[in-house]
C-alpha cells in the first residue's frame, strides 16, 4: 500500500511538533509513576494476595508487575524516540542556514527594525569605518563576512554558533541513548519477541536446572542479559538465572564461575563492612583459569561479562542438633543436619517432617542492656527451621545456639510463629548453674511422671497435714486427687488446660477464687516436684533464690510448650557454615553506546544554556566629503537580558572609536 | 582622528581575562593551589586514582569559581580557617567535642549546625522585615546573617568529615552519605545560589522566599536530629562505598537546590501578579521580567546539573548494582524530575511561554522534586540503601 505524500508530510509534521513532544515527555514521567508505587517484579503470589483474583488479573493483563518492559511502556519509549529524531530531521535544515549564513544581505528596513540598534555618522571614510568595524568585531570574537556594494557596505558577524550543536548534542544524545539501552541492552525485549514466535517459555516450577526443558534456556551466545545466581561456597556453576513475570529463563555462561570464598567483614560496630566472594573464572577458550576477587562496587568484566557482588545467603551449612521431645525429654537424640534439605521423623508413631531452612552465623538484634537502654548487639548463630506435620501443616521456628543474657539469668531462646507475616513468639528455656537445660528437661519429665507427682503430692499434703493437726483422710485424698489432675492438666495443656477446666466447672461468680485455690494447690505440687528435681540432681540443703527464679522460669516455659506445635526442642550443638555468593551477572553491549549518549547529552545541555548565539550587523553608507553613516544592529537567541547590557558596552566601543555625533541609539539595556 | 591610535587600540582590545584580574586574585589561586599541593603531599600516599582526579579537578574548578564570584574567596578562606581551628582544637581526640569549650559550643559538627540552623532562621526573618519595612539595613543584615550561616554549615560539614575518621579511621567519609548530611549540603546550596543572584541582580528582596525553604529544611533537620538522633556518624553501609558518591550526590544538590530557588521567585511571581498592584509588597519585589529571569536560569542550572547527576547515578548503578538502568524508585523519580523540567524548558524556550501558568508550574515542580529526594525514601522501597526515614 502507498500513502500520498501530504499524509506522510502530516504525519511528519506530527510526529515533530513540539506539543508532542511536550505530551510524551509528561505521559512518559506520569507512566513511569506506577511502577514506582506498584513494586515490580515480586512473586505472583504476593501480588495475589494483595490485590485479589479480581485486581490481580487486570493488572497482570496490563502488565504492571514488569511495567517498564510492558508493551505499552516500550510502545510510549517509541514514540518518543521518533519524535526526537523527526524533530532533529526538521530543525537540523534551519539550523544549518542558521550556522552557515551570516545575512550579510540583510535589508537596511529589516537591520533598522530591530530592537538593538545604533546609528552614528563618523568621520571615518567608509574604508576606515569598514575596517574599524572588522577591527571591533574580530576582536570581540565575532566571524564577519562583509558585502561590498557602491553604495554601501555591511559587515555581518556572528558568534556562540555552538549553541546549536547544542542542540543536536542533547537530542542526537537522547536517540543514541534510548537505542543502546532500548535496542542494545534491551534483553527483555529479544526475550518478549522470542516468546512470541514461541521459540521462548519461562520455567515457574522450582526445579535443579538440568531438569529446565531447552524452550527455557538462553545460550551463551545470547547479546544481553542481565541474571543472577547463588553459587556456594567451593562450588561452580555456568549459568544464571533471568526472571521473567511469575517464572525464569536459564542463561547458560561462555565460562564457568567457581566461588572459593565468600567473607563478610564488619566494623566495630557489627554493621557489615564489605562483601567480597574468591572468584576463579574457568574459561575453556583460556590455557588457565582466572583467580580474582569482587565486591561490592568492584565488579569484575571478564570479556564484555559484568560479574557484581550482588548478595549472599545460606550455601547449605553443616550443622550437629540435639532433639528433646518434649513429653520424653530423657530420649533426646542427636543428628547431623544439612540446610535446604528435608528430614522424616516420627513421634509416637506420628509422621513430621524437619525442614531445615537457613542459617546465620551473626544476628544483630536490639538487646535490652542492664540499663533499660537497647542497643545494637550481635546475640550470635541461629538456625530457621520448620516442623510439618501429616497433615502438611507447618509451623516455623528459629532457634538461637548461644544462650541468651536477660537480666542475669541465661536462656535458650527459640521463636515459633505459623506464618511469615506474625512476629515469633519466643520460649525461654533456662539454663541451670551448669549451663545445660538438663535441669529443665528433668524437671519437664518429672511433672509428667505419674507416680512422681502422686507419690510428691501425697508427701506435701501428708507434711501439711501434719503441721495444721488436721485428721480427714478423705480430704487428704481430695486434696492429693486434685493436686495430680491439676499437674496433669498444667504439663499437657499449660495454664490453658486449667483455666479451661475453671470455666467448665465452676459459675461466673466463682471462678475468682476457684482459680486462687487452683493455682495454690498447682503451686504446692510443682514445687514439690521441683525440689525432688534438685534432689535427683544432687543439690543439698536450702534451694538459693537462683534456684526458686529458675523455677519460675521453667513454670513460665512449660506453661508455653502446649502451644509450640513441635513435639521437639532443637538444640544447634554446633556447625560448619558454608556460605553461598550471590552474583548478579550482566552483559551489555550497549553501556559505552548509552555513555556515550549521556556525555552528548551533558554538554550538549551546557551549551545549549550558556553559550548565546549572537549575531552583529554593521551597515555602511558612504557620505560626502570622505565621511560615513553608520548603523549597528545586534541579535542574539539567549539571554536578552545579558545581550542588553552587551549590545551597550559593544555600542560603547563603536562610538568612541568611529562617532562624530551619533544620531541616535535604541537598546533595552536594563542600566 | 578624533580619537588618538593607541586610546583606540586599548579600547577595542579585549583585556584578556588575566590581565583583568587582581592581586588578591593571584592570592586566590595562589592559596588554593599551595592548599592542594598541602593535601597531596601529607594524604596522596592513601588516594587512588580516582581521588587524585577529584582533586586535580577541584583545584582549578574552586579557583575559577572564586575568580568568577569573588565573594567565594573570603567565604572559603573563612570556613577553610574555622575547620582548622575545630580540628586542631580536637587534637585527636573525640572526647574533647564535650569538653572543650570552643569544640563544644561553636565547632563541633553538631554544634555548627545548630549555628547553622539558627543562623538561617534570624537571616529568613530579617529579609521579611526587611522586605515589611523597606529598610535597606535590616535587609542587609539578613544577607550577614545567611553569610554567617553558611559559613558554619560548610565548617561543620568539614569538621563532621575530620571527626569521622576520629571516631573510628575505618568509618571515615565525606559527610554526603545519609539523610541528615545531605539535608545540611541542601541548605548550604540553596543558600549560596540565592546569594550568587542577589549580589548578581543586587536585589535582596527575595532573600525572605528562599530561605523560606532553608529554614523548612532547617526544621526537619532539626526534628530529625532530636527524633531519631540521625546526627550520629555511622560508618558507610558497602553500597555506598564509591568514589561516584562523591560527586553524585553533591551534582544532585545544586539541581534540588536551583529548582528550590526556582520555585521561591515564582511565588514571589505569582505574589506579584496576583497581589494588589499598589501592594507594598508588590512594590518592593523585582520587576515581573527579573523574577521570570531568575527562574528560567535557576532551571537551567538546575537542569544542568540534573542530568549530570543522573547519568553520574546511572554510572554508579552500573557498579554497584550490575546495571546503568534498573527503574528503582529513586532512579525512576529522578528521571520524572527531569522529564518535568525538560518539558517546561521546552514551553518556555520553544514556544516562548511566559508568566503565571511557568511560576505554577514551577512551584510544583518543587513538590515533585521533594518527593524525589524525601518521598521516595519514606515511602517507597528500592535499592538505594540510605536515608531511610
Ligand atoms: C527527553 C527528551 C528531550 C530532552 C531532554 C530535551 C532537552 C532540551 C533542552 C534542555 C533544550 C534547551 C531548552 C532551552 O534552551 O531553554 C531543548 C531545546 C529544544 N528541544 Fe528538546 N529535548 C527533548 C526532546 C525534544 C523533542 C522530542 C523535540 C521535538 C519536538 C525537541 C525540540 C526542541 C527544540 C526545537 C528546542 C529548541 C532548540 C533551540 O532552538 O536552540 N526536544 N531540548
Not at chain 1, 189 to 217: D, H, M, N
Not at chain 2, 304 to 315: D, H, K, N, R, S
Request: proline share 4%; charged share 15%.
Amino acid at each position: 500500500m502507498k500513502s500520498s505524500p501530504t499524509a506522510v508530510a502530516r504525519l511528519i509534521k506530527f510526529l515533530g511538533s513540539m506539543n508532542l513532544a511536550i505530551s510524551l515527555l509528561m505521559v512518559v514521567a506520569i507512566a513511569s509513576i506506577i511502577g514506582t508505587i506498584l513494586k515490580q517484579n515480586q512473586p505472583y503470589t504476593d501480588y495475589e494476595i494483595k490485590f485479589g483474583p479480581f485486581w490481580f488479573d487486570i493488572f497482570k493483563s496490563l502488565g504492571l508487575y514488569d511495567m517498564y518492559s510492558a508493551a505499552w511502556f516500550l510502545a510510549i519509549l517509541t514514540f518518543l524516540l521518533l519524535s526526537i529524531a523527526t524533530c532533529v530531521g526538521r530543525n537540523t535544515p534551519g539550523i544549518l542556514r542558521e550556522l552557515r549564513h551570516f545575512r550579510e544581505n540583510a535589508q537596511e528596513k529589516s537591520l533598522r527594525a530591530m530592537k538593538h540598534q545604533l546609528s552614528l555618522s563618523s568621520e571615518l571614510s567608509s574604508q576606515d569605518a569598514h575596517a574599524m568595524a572588522q577591527r571591533i568585531l574580530a576582536a570581540q570574537g565575532f566571524k564577519t563576512r562583509q558585502k561590498v556594494a557602491d553604495s554601501h557596505i555591511v559587515v555581518a558577524g556572528m558568534k556562540g554558533r555552538a549553541n546549536h550543536w547544542g542542540y543536536w548534542f542533547t537530542h542526537i544524545g537522547m536517540i543514541v541513548i534510548l537505542l543502546g539501552a532500548g535496542i542494545l541492552d534491551n534483553g527483555s525485549l529479544a526475550i518478549r519477541i522470542a516468546e512470541w514466535e514461541g521459540k521462548l517459555k519461562p520455567e515457574t516450577r522450582t526445579i535443579p536446572v538440568a531438569e529446565v526443558p531447552a524452550i527455557s534456556q538462553l545460550p551463551a551466545s545470547n547479546a544481553a542479559y542481565r541474571g543472577s545466581v547463588d553459587i556456594p561456597e567451593g562450588n561452580r556453576a555456568n549459568v544464571i538465572f533471568l526472571p521473567v513475570r511469575d517464572g525464569y529463563l536459564v542463561q547458560y555462561l561462555p565460562f564457568d564461575v567457581e566461588v572459593k570464598d565468600f567473607r563478610v567483614e564488619h566494623y566495630s560496630t557489627g554493621m557489615p563492612k564489605s562483601f567480597e566472594s574468591d572468584l576463579v573464572i574457568h574459561d575453556k577458550s583460556e590455557p588457565k583459569p582466572l583467580a580474582t576477587t569482587i565486591a561490592v562496587n568492584h565488579p569484575l568484566v571478564y570479556k564484555g561479562i559484568a560479574i557484581y557482588q550482588a548478595n549472599f545467603g545460606d550455601g547449605g551449612s553443616e550443622v550437629k542438633l540435639r532433639l528433646y521431645p518434649f513429653n520424653n525429654p530423657q530420649a533426646a537424640q542427636n543428628m547431623d543436619g544439612k540446610i535446604f534439605s528435608d528430614y522424616n521423623l516420627t513421634r509416637d508413631n506420628k509422621q513430621y517432617k524437619l525442614e531445615l531452612n537457613d542459617f546465620r552465623l551473626f544476628n544483630i538484634n536490639d538487646i535490652e542492656g542492664p540499663d533499660g537502654k537497647t542497643k545494637k548487639q550481635n546475640i550470635g548463630p541461629s538456625i530457621t527451621f520448620k516442623v510439618r506435620d501429616a497433615t502438611g501443616q507447618a509451623m516455623e521456628y528459629q532457634n538461637y545456639m548461644s544462650p541468651i543474657d536477660i537480666k542475669g539469668q541465661r536462656y535458650l531462646i527459640s521463636g515459633v510463629r505459623g506464618t511469615p507475616a506474625e512476629p515469633f513468639r519466643y520460649l525461654h528455656i533456662p539454663l541451670d548453674p551448669k549451663g545445660g537445660i538438663d535441669r529443665f528437661m528433668t524437671f519437664l519429665s518429672n511433672i509428667q511422671n505419674p507416680e512422681l507427682v502422686k507419690k510428691s503430692a501425697l508427701a506435701t499434703t501428708q507434711t501439711s497435714m501434719q503441721e495444721t493437726a488436721i485428721q480427714k483422710p478423705e480430704l487428704e485424698n481430695q486434696v492429693v486427687e486434685s493436686m495430680v489432675r491439676l499437674t496433669n492438666l498444667f504439663s499437657s495443656k499449660g495454664s490453658e488446660g486449667v483455666m479451661q477446666e475453671i470455666t467448665e466447672r465452676f459459675p461466673e461468680n466463682q471462678r475468682a477464687n476457684a482459680a486462687d485455690a487452683f493455682m495454690k494447690v498447682l503451686n504446692a505440687s510443682l514445687r514439690a516436684l521441683y525440689l525432688e528435681t534438685l534432689k535427683q540432681e544432687g543439690v543439698t540443703g536450702e534451694p538459693s533464690d537462683a534456684d526458686w527464679q529458675f523455677f519460675d522460669d521453667s513454670i513460665m516455659a512449660v506453661d508455653k510448650i502446649s502451644a509450640y506445635g513441635s513435639p521437639w526442642f532443637l538444640q544447634m550443638t554446633s556447625f560448619k557454615q558454608i556460605e553461598a555468593s550471590g552474583l548478579q551477572i550482566t552483559r551489555s553491549p550497549g553501556k559505552p553506546v548509552v555513555y556515550f549518549g549521556s556525555v552528548m547529552l551533558a554538554v550538549g545541555v551546557f551549551l545549549l544554556f550558556y553559550v548565546a548565539h549572537r549575531r552583529i550587523w554593521v551597515w555602511i553608507t558612504p557620505r560626502e566629503n570622505n565621511r560615513s553613516e553608520v548603523v549597528v544592529t545586534g541579535s542574539s537567541n539567549r539571554n536578552q537580558p545579558e545581550f542588553d547590557s552587551y549590545f551597550n558596552k559593544l555600542q560603547g566601543i563603536f562610538q568612541q572609536a568611529m562617532a562624530q555625533e551619533v544620531n541616535h541609539v535604541r537598546s533595552t539595556a536594563s542600566d | 582622528m578624533s580619537v588618538p591610535q593607541q586610546a583606540i587600540d586599548s579600547l577595542i582590545e579585549q583585556p584578556n581575562l588575566f590581565r583583568q584580574l587582581k592581586l588578591a586574585d593571584w592570592l586566590w589561586a595562589g592559596i588554593v593551589l599551595a592548599a592542594a599541593a598541602l593535601v597531596f603531599s601529607r594524604y596522596g600516599g592513601n588516594m587512588d586514582a580516582y581521588e587524585i582526579g577529584i582533586l586535580s579537578l577541584t583545584t582549578p574548578g574552586l579557583i575559577a569559581l572564586g575568580w568568577y564570584w569573588k565573594a567565594i574567596q573570603p567565604y572559603a578562606l573563612t570556613v577553610a580557617a574555622f575547620s582548622l581551628l575545630g580540628i586542631w582544637l580536637y587534637g585527636g581526640d573525640y572526647g574533647n567535642a564535650e569538653k572543650v569549650f570552643g569544640l563544644r559550643f561553636l565547632f563541633s559538627s553538631q554544634s555548627a549546625v545548630m549555628w547553622m540552623s539558627a543562623l538561617f532562621v534570624m537571616a529568613t526573618v530579617a529579609y521579611f522585615g526587611g522586605l515589611f519595612t523597606g529598610s535597606e539595613f535590616i535587609q542587609k543584615t539578613g544577607s550577614s546573617l545567611t553569610w554567617a550561616a553558611l559559613i558554619m554549615g560548610l565548617t561543620g560539614l568539614m569538621v563532621r568529615w575530620y571527626e569521622s575518621y576520629l571516631i573510628d579511621p575505618e568509618f571515615g567519609h565525606i559527610p554526603v552519605s545519609n539523610l541528615y548530611e545531605v539535608f545540611i549540603l541542601f541548605c548550604l546550596i540553596t543558600g549560596l545560589l540565592y546569594l550568587y543572584y542577589e549580589g548578581r541582580y543586587k536585589n535582596r528582596a527575595l532573600g525572605g522566599f528562599v530561605l523560606l525553604v532553608i529554614s523548612a529544611a532547617v526544621g526537619f533537620l532539626l526534628w530529625y536530629s532530636f527524633e531519631r538522633d540521625a546526627d550520629k556518624i555511622l560508618p558507610l553501609v558497602p553500597a555506598l562505598k564509591s568514589y561516584w558518591m562523591k560527586i553524585h550526590v553533591p551534582a544532585n544538590f545544586v539541581g534540588y537546590g536551583s529548582f528550590a530557588l526556582a520555585a521561591m521567585t515564582s511565588v514571589a511571581y505569582l505574589l506579584k501578579t496576583y497581589g494588589d498592584p499598589q501592594g507594598f509588597i508588590t512594590l518592593r519585589l523585582p520587576t515581573l521580567e527579573m523574577l521570570d529571569d531568575i527562574t528560567y536560569k535557576a532551571i537551567a542550572l538546575g537542569f544542568a546539573f540534573f542530568t549530570i547527576a543522573t547519568i553520574l547515578g546511572a554510572m554508579w548503578a552500573a557498579e554497584a548494582w550490575g546495571g546503568y538502568w534498573s527503574w528503582d524508585p529513586k532512579e525512576t523519580w529522578a528521571l520524572i524530575v527531569w522529564l518535568n523540567y525538560a518539558a517546561w524548558l521546552h514551553l518556555r524556550f520553544s514556544k516562548g511561554w511566559r508568566g503565571a501558568p511557568m511560576a505554577w508550574w514551577a512551584v510544583v515542580g518543587l513538590f515533585v522534586t521533594l518527593f524525589a529526594f524525601l518521598g521516595v525514601n519514606m515511602f517507597l522501597s528500592g535499592l538505594h540503601s540510605y536515608g531511610e526515614l
